[in-house]
């Protein structure tokens, strides 16, 4: 008997996750696969097998998150090969009872709802779908395989003996391999047409354009069951399970309210007006509430009325059952826009603005975890793995619900050990990305590397497809790590001009909260674009601190009224009768930490490239302090960052 290891992998994540219309859509599709991949693992536990990463209690109750991986021991290779079955049965057997349950519930709701009867089912191809949706990626490794003729054979290097290190970064190297086979459902071929969330299937419902059409508009623009089904909704079985999946016992943690984007936006500023302004807070929660009882299920959520360009009789019934007699809603439409206006008037009063209209995607992934779990960053043991798992397991289950939930009014879709995703205002964005990434365990060893983490923010608005806003995000993440890791990733979608994009080391966030902050205080953004209009001329420009001059000439004309004086006295500590001087020298002072800041990041990259990078593409990507590229290519980056800080502090165009 040899002893084996199995890895096992439940795939796709990140397509089926983000194929999201909807923030249900969006947490559904993470605690879905974070459940079942907690099938497989309970059975190859059961099977006889031992935990190796992650550490869980298989009997225990089910943790809220997981990774989509896991590594378990067997005594010999049969046992292994029997519980490589059983961890796709698991998984099969469980899908299959939620598929059941959906499909079930809704076939209810189609014979209730479809008027027209229809002899064409509506669910050709369910079953198929269903069982062909998930590929699963197994490798069964006995380690007396391991040898190092093996090894030597594999990675071209002979090591010196085979311990952990080298058995783990073989197990790891068999299951990338397995995974460069790619999965493609098959194709019904039935005529329908594709899914609006995963397009790579067919929506359920008859064939044909019209005949489509008329299925959907039928039972779609209402709740089942709590849930919505949404006028644009043309949903395959994968998608429906998904967006239904609540209806399953087991995951009944999905039922109930579930707030959505416009909600997520405006959460900060809805519990500062209500705590500032309680009365004019529940005028408008009543007016809201005669809209949407008069609107009925063509109503929508109660912060969508808050972020209304304009209350009138037409925006209110656009795209409802209404919209050829908005007249209905007249009196509605008054009270409503007369109890916002008194809102709003407080909320400018008082320097709160009024509600942003934007909210932030927040991705975090731990970087080379991968290293770490081989043995590449430290010396590895199977105490080590275990030390590590605990860490990650605390800082996903207690550290990043904390943070993200409680101190920043955001959302949680998952946090399943390395990795995490959350949904944030905009005003709450910035610390909470960096009080995460300076929360994340350390489990090296002492005086070896420090463990860290990369991150990316998307700002969008909150109309703003959800699917963008994750690519961006993933795009902000991936920027972060090729920056050198150990950074934070930022992209502004905004819907009226170009785009936005910066990328900051950890310590930066501090100073781009600072000048947020400045510019929440009532400080004009003006100089801002002033330098925008010079950022083409000033290339050529070789001293660091010509562009010091510069922006103390664009802040030249800074005025503050009393009110912005008096919030940077208390809020700040600026000191009295020194207003815009003391202004001027933060400013200028971030510009300065910044431009450092970003040289010795490039520093940092040329010594780790190690001569992979031609020196002179090296020098153009990443110039160093001494470059005479470098104080133009810093100052890009400043204006940019100053942009950033702008737009997070009005949260709105």
């Known amino acids: 008997m040899s002893t084996t290891w199995l890895s096992f992998s439940l ?3 990140q397509r089926f996750v983000e194929a999201a219309r909807t923030v249900r859509d969006l947490k559904a599709g993470s605690r879905l696969l974070s459940h079942l991949t907690f099938q497989a693992f309970k059975a190859a536990c059961q099977a006889s097998g031992a935990p190796l990463f992650p550490e869980l209690d298989p009997a225990g109750p089910e943790p809220p998150g997981i990774p989509n991986v896991f590594a378990v021991e067997f005594q010999d290779k049969t046992t ?5 079955t059983n961890c796709r049965e698991a998984v099969m057997t469980r899908w299959g009872e939620i598929a059941s349950c959906v499909h079930k519930k809704l076939e209810q709701h189609v014979r209730q709802f ?8 509506w669910d050709e191809g369910w079953q198929e779908q269903v069982d062909t949706y998930w590929d699963m990626q197994t490798v069964v490794l006995p380690l007396d395989e391991v040898t190092q003729d093996s090894y030597e054979a594999w990675f071209g290097i002979r090591p010196a003996a085979i311990g952990l290190a080298e058995r783990w970064k073989v197990l790891q190297t068999l299951l990338g391999a397995e995974k460069q086979v790619r999965h493609f459902p098959p194709d019904q071929g039935s005529g329908r047409h594709k899914c609006t969330l995963l397009g790579d299937l067919e929506m359920m419902g008859p064939a044909g354009l019209s005949e489509s059409d008329k299925f959907w508009k ?5 709740e089942i069951q709590g849930i919505y089904l949404g006028q644009r909704d043309r949903l395959c079985a994968v998608s429906l399970c998904k967006r239904f999946a609540a209806w ?7 039922k109930g309210r579930i707030e959505d984007t416009a909600a997520i936006a405006c959460r900060h500023w809805w519990q500062e007006a209500n705590r500032n302004w309680r009365e004019e807070c529940k005028v408008v929660e009543m007016a809201i509430a005669a809209v949407q009882k008069c609107l009925g299920q063509d109503a929508e959520t109660e912060r969508r009325y808050l972020l209304l360009d304009e209350v009138t009789c037409r925006t209110l019934t656009r795209d409802t059952r209404l919209k050829n007699k908005p007249e209905s809603v007249a009196q509605q439409a008054r009270e409503l826009k007369k109890a916002r206006d008194a809102l709003f008037k407080k909320a400018e009063e ?6 942003p209209r934007y909210f932030a995607i927040l991705a975090l992934d731990g970087d080379e975890i991968g290293q770490w779990l081989s043995g590449g960053k430290c010396n590895l043991t199977t105490k080590f793995h275990g030390d590590m798992s605990k860490a990650l397991r605390q800082y996903a289950e207690g550290t990043v619900p904390c943070v993200v939930e409680k101190d920043n009014c955001g959302t949680l879709v998952y946090a399943g050990g390395d990795d995490a995703l959350a949904l944030l205002p905009v005003h709450t964005a910035l610390g909470c990305a960096k009080a995460l990434g300076d929360a994340y365990p350390q489990f090296g060893a002492s005086g070896a590397d420090p463990t860290t983490a990369s991150a990316g923010l998307a700002i969008l608005h909150y109309a703003q497809d959800l699917r963008a806003g994750l690519r961006a995000a993933r795009e902000a993440v991936r920027a972060a790590k090729e920056w050198g890791r150990n950074a934070l990733g930022i992209r502004v979608m905004k819907r009226s001009g170009a785009p936005i994009a910066l990328t900051v080391k950890w310590d930066d966030v501090d100073r781009l909260m ?6 929440e205080c009532g400080v004009t953004d003006r100089w801002i674009y002033r330098l925008g209009l010079l950022l083409p001329d000033l290339e050529e420009l070789v001293e660091q601190e010509a562009f010091t001059v510069l922006l103390k000439q664009a802040l030249k004309r800074l005025e503050l009224d009393p009110k912005d004086k008096a919030r940077l006295e208390s809020e700040l500590n600026c000191p009295r009768n020194d207003h815009e001087d003391w202004v001027h020298n933060q400013v200028s002072q971030i510009w300065t930490e910044l431009a450092a800041s970003r040289g010795q990041r490039h520093q940092e990259l040329h010594n780790r490239d190690g001569g992979r990078t031609a020196r002179a593409q090296l020098h153009q990507q990443y110039p160093l302090a001494d470059d005479a590229k470098f104080p133009g290519q810093a100052f890009k980056a400043f204006h940019d960052f100053a942009l950033v800080a702008s737009f997070l502090a009005r949260g709105r165009d």
């Open 114 to 121: 479809r008027k027209s009867g229809g002899s064409v089912p």
């Open 514 to 519: 600072k000048l947020k902050r400045l510019f």
């Open 350 to 355: 008082g320097r709160l603005g009024r509600p």
């Open 218 to 222: 039928e039972i779609t623009e209402q």
């Open 248 to 254: 399953d016992t087991q995951l009944r943690d999905l």
């Open 11 to 13: 795939t796709p994540v």
């Open 80 to 84: 292994a090969e029997q519980a490589k």
